[in-house]
């Protein structure tokens, strides 16, 4: 994939009071991890890292999950690229 033009880097606001700096686009990770019965398209571990190592070499840094997301599937899916 090519580079990413400057000016389209996210900014950063804090998230309330809590000294949390946060891009301003938020990764949803709804889709990460494979189940039968899901969203339509899923990604795998391999996919979903990719994603996420794009996402915060564009710079962002908050990440939309749920424990029902993927049946916790995508909460492990990036505690193991976290880990990496």
């Known amino acids: 994939m090519g580079e990413i033009p400057e000016g389209s880097k996210p900014k950063y606001n804090f998230l309330g009071k809590s000294g949390l700096k946060v891009s301003n686009i938020c990764l949803g990770t709804m889709t990460f991890g494979k189940m039968e019965q899901g969203p339509p398209r899923q990604l795998d571990e391999n996919e ?25 599937k995508s909460e492990s899916i990036v505690g193991t690229w976290l880990e990496r």
């Open 48 to 72: 979903s890292h990719h994603i996420l190592t794009r996402y915060a070499n564009y710079g962002g840094n908050f990440l939309d999950t749920a424990d029902m997301y993927g049946l916790g």
